[in-house]
Structure formats: C-alpha cells, structure tokens
C-alpha cells in the first residue's frame, strides 16, 4: 500500500493543523488507518487510528479530546483535525495502513509488537507548534 500525506506546518500553540493521507495499491480488503508521531529524539508511536470495517476510532492518551481522526471509504483517505495544539505534539507525523486492525490499535494503545511491519507508511509530515 502506497501512501501519501499533506498537510502539517508550523503554528502557535492552542492553533489547529489538519493532515491528510491517502491511500493506493495494495490488494487489501480493508484498509485500517492510523496516525503516528515521533518527537525530536523520540521513538515512533500511535495516536489515532480507525477501522476501515466499522469505523471504530481509538485514540491515545495524549491526544484524546483535542485530536480527530475520520476516514473517506471511498477514497481510501484518512484526516488527522489537531486541535488546541501544545509544543509537546512537534513531531514528525506518519500516516501507516494495515489489513489487520489489531496491530494498529495496539500501537494506539501503547501494547504494540514494535517490530511489526505495517504494510504502509506515509513519508512523514512536520508538525511545529511554538510556544
């Protein structure tokens, strides 16, 4: 699975960014999607990510409240609105797509295998919010 994002910038603290990620190839029935970050000297992880399936959403603690993520089916394209922004969410954003639900929402969670292999990876959005 191909992935492409938009979006991301620099903005002042309590601002709001939206990020886009669409989806192509791959043969995949569903295609689960979610948001990573990954702080300056930090590891990747989860945020957000929801069920292609269902449309069940979960969300990490950091961002619960402030974050939304939503999903276009049809268009295989998933949005992160970033509302009430805070210097501790700069970071490098990655949009990642699985066939498998569970992994993702493991991640989002904080229980997740770290060497699993997703089948897709965005190429990394910069999200700067200033103090």
């Known amino acids: 699975v191909q992935l492409a994002e938009s979006g991301g910038g620099l903005v002042q603290a309590g601002g709001s960014l939206r990020l886009s990620c669409a989806a192509s190839?791959?043969?995949?029935?569903?295609?689960?999607m979610g948001w990573f970050r990954q702080a300056p000297g930090g590891v990747r992880e989860g945020i957000a990510c929801?069920?292609?399936?269902?449309?069940?959403?979960a969300y990490a603690e950091s961002v619960q409240g402030r974050f939304t993520i939503s999903m276009d089916n049809g268009a295989k394209r998933v949005y992160l609105q970033m509302d009430h922004l805070q210097p501790e969410d700069t970071g490098v954003y990655y949009c990642?797509?699985?066939?498998?639900?569970?992994?993702?929402?493991?991640?989002?969670?904080?229980?997740?295998?770290?060497?699993?292999?997703?089948?897709?990876w965005g190429q990394g959005k910069q999200v700067t919010v200033s103090s």
């Open positions: 929801i069920n292609d399936e269902d449309g069940r959403i």
């Open positions: 190839g791959g043969d995949l029935i569903y295609v689960h």
């Open positions: 990642a797509a699985d066939g498998a639900w569970g992994p993702l929402v493991d991640h989002v969670l904080g229980r997740g295998y770290a060497a699993y292999k997703f089948d897709g």
